[in-house]
């Protein structure tokens, strides 16, 4: 199995900057799809961004688009999301998901393993 740590959460005002982290362990890690979720208090778990495993494709939420950067160093095993440019609506916990499959859809469904979340907290 795979189990995934997140680290990186914090309080920051609106308009900086955030960089989490996912470090991952147990199985082959550069064959799969990496995403990052967040759920905010009485909402749903909503996708974030994911990157492919061998072809570095990368997709977000139009939310987040042009200010937060998926990334992934096969290496040491880690998966990074840059957070810019941060606003209040982007307070949730973060969760970091992997697959052993491409993953196509948006839909947490579709990841395998999770890790415990962190939290991020945007003020105004």
């Known amino acids: 199995q795979v189990q995934l740590v997140e680290s990186g959460g914090g309080l920051v005002q609106a308009g900086g900057s955030l960089r989490l982290s996912c470090a991952a362990s147990g199985r082959t890690f550069s064959s799969y799809t990496m995403g990052w979720f967040r759920q905010a208090p009485g909402k749903e778990r909503e996708f974030v961004a994911r990157i492919s495993g061998s072809s570095g494709i990368t997709n977000y939420a139009d939310s987040v688009k042009g200010r937060f950067t998926i990334s992934r160093d096969n290496v040491k095993n880690t998966m990074l999301l840059q957070m810019n440019s941060l606003k209040p609506e982007d307070t949730a916990v973060y969760y970091c998901?992997?697959?052993?499959?491409?993953?196509?859809?948006?839909?947490?469904?579709?990841?395998?393993?999770w890790g415990q979340g962190t939290q991020v907290t945007v003020s105004s």
């Open positions: 998901a992997a697959s052993p499959r491409w993953v196509l859809s948006t839909a947490p469904v579709w990841y395998d393993y």
